[in-house]
């Protein structure tokens, strides 16, 4: 089992940046590739970044990519979400996720993923 914790969300004014950091406990972090997804009202979950187990693999939705950045610090058992040049449609609740095996694949579906922390709400002021 591993619990996994979100924070660093705020209210940010468009153009502005956050780092999001997701925290693990209960399992070898370093072994799992991590990802991020997020969830606007009356929306679907959706895939924003994953990593790979090592970091040197990523990946990223085409809505965010070039203005976010996903990495780790496998001493740490944190994984991060830099994101700049915030818009209003990124305003969201961010969650960090994880897989119960391990694997080289970075799915960018919710369902591959069998662990989620609790979320941090990111709003982007116009």
């Known amino acids: 089992q591993v619990q996994l914790v979100e924070s660093g969300g705020g209210l940010v004014q468009a153009g502005g940046s956050l780092r999001l950091s997701c925290a693990a406990v209960g399992r070898t972090f370093r072994s799992y590739n991590m990802g991020w997804f997020r969830q606007a009202p009356g929306k679907e979950r959706e895939f924003v970044a994953a990593?790979?187990?090592?970091?040197?693999?990523?990946r990223y939705a085409d809505s965010v990519k070039g203005r976010f950045t996903i990495s780790r610090d496998n001493a740490k058992n944190t994984v991060y979400l830099q994101m700049n040049s915030l818009k209003p449609e990124d305003t969201a609740v961010y969650y960090c996720a994880t897989r119960a095996i391990i694997t080289m694949s970075t799915p960018t579906h919710p369902d591959e993923y069998d662990y989620w922390g609790q979320g941090t709400q990111v709003t982007v002021s116009s």
């Open positions: 990593i790979r187990w090592s970091g040197g693999t990523t």
